[in-house]
C-alpha cells in the first residue's frame, strides 16, 4: 500500500491492555496502541520487530476473548475500536508507541478525536521535531526521549510515512533535542535518558544541559537500560552521579527502570 493511500491510516502492530511501566505514569492501567516503522535503530531498543514495515502481515488485538489477527493498516476509527475491545472494564488513557508514532502525524491528529474521553499519551524518540509540533496540541501527555547518537547505529528508510530528514550526527541531533524539547516544555510531558552500561557521566552532560535551558520544568526520567543484544545495564554508582548532577541543574529526576520487565507483562 503506498503512502499516498495511507494518509490517514498507520500500520498497527499490536493493542492490549496493561500497566505502563516506564516514566511519569509508570504502574497506571492503560492500553497500548503500538504502530509499526522506526527509522532510528537504537542499539538498546526492546522492540525492534516494529521498525520495518515489511514485516506487517497483521495486527495482534488482545482482546477479552483472547488475541485476534486484524488487518496492519487501520484507521483512526479502526485503531479507536481496537483499544476499546482490549479493555477489561472502564475505558483506559491510550499509549500511542512503536516503532516512531510521529511518522504518522496525520492519524495522531484524527485518533484523538476517536478516543472519546480517553487520555492520548505519545511516546516518541524524539526525531521529528516537525512532526512533534503538528500533534503536540492533540496529546494530553508526551514522553520525550533524550538519546546519545553513540547509542545508535545508522538509521534506516522506512519507506513509507513521514519523511521529514532524520538526524544522523551529533550537531543534528543536537538541533532536533533542542527543537523537541521547545515543543514540550509548559506542556503535559515529560523527558527520557535510557543509560548503558559503558558510557561515561560527561557524555550525558549535553542532555541534561539542554533540559535544565529549554525545558526545566519537565520531570525527567533515567532509565537503566534493560540488558538486550549484548548490552549491560550501568553501574549503580553512574545512575547516582547522573542524578546528582540533574539536580545542580534543578531538574526533577527520577530513576525507573522498566517496570513491566520486574513484573514480565508485556
Known amino acids: 500500500m503506498s503512502s499516498t493511500s495511507t494518509q490517514t491510516q498507520a500500520p498497527v502492530m499490536e493493542v492490549f491492555a496493561s500497566l505502563q511501566g516506564e516514566g511519569r505514569y509508570v504502574g497506571q492501567p492503560q492500553v497500548f ?8 535503530r537504537c542499539r538498546w531498543c526492546d522492540t525492534p520487530g516494529s ?3 515489511a514485516d506487517a502481515e497483521h495486527a495482534r488485538v488482545a482482546t477479552e476473548g483472547g488475541p485476534e489477527r486484524r488487518p496492519t493498516w487501520a484507521t483512526p476509527f479502526q485503531a479507536a475500536c481496537w483499544v476499546a475491545e482490549c479493555e ?5 488513557p491510550v499509549s500511542v508507541t512503536g516503532g516512531e508514532p ?3 502525524p496525520g492519524f495522531l491528529l484524527e485518533l484523538r478525536d476517536m478516543l472519546g474521553g480517553r487520555r492520548m499519551h505519545l511516546e516518541t524518540a524524539g526525531a521529528h521535531p516537525e512532526a512533534l509540533a503538528r500533534v503536540a496540541a492533540v496529546c494530553d501527555h508526551i514522553s520525550l526521549d533524550l538519546k546519545l547518537p553513540a547509542d545508535l547505529d545508522r538509521p534506516e528508510s522506512v519507506g513509507e510515512g513521514n519523511l521529514e530528514p532524520v538526524p544522523t550526527d551529533a550537531d543534528s541531533w543536537t538541533a ?6 521547545a515543543i514540550v516544555t509548559e506542556r503535559d510531558a515529560a523527558t527520557k535518558i535510557v543509560v548503558v552500561d559503558g558510557r561515561r557521566r560527561g557524555d550525558y552532560a549535553p542532555l541534561l ?3 535544565a535551558r529549554l525545558a526545566p520544568d519537565l520531570p525527567l526520567y533515567l532509565q537503566p537500560a534493560t540488558p538486550v543484544a549484548g548490552l549491560e545495564a550501568p553501574s549503580i554508582d553512574l545512575l547516582t552521579e547522573l542524578a546528582e548532577d540533574a539536580r545542580d541543574l534543578d531538574l526533577e529526576v527520577r530513576v525507573i527502570p522498566q ?5 514480565r507483562i508485556p
Not at 532536533?176 to 524539547?181: G, K, P, Y
Request: aromatic share 10%.
Open 88 to 92: 477489561p472494564r472502564e475505558p483506559r
Open 176 to 181: 532536533t533535542r533542542r527543537a523537541c524539547l
Open 51 to 53: 521498525w520495518r514495515l
Open 33 to 40: 496502541l503500538r504502530l509499526r516503522g522506526c527509522p532510528l
Open 259 to 263: 517496570v513491566h520487565r520486574f513484573l
Open 209 to 211: 544541559e539542554d533540559q
Open 102 to 104: 510521529l511518522l504518522w
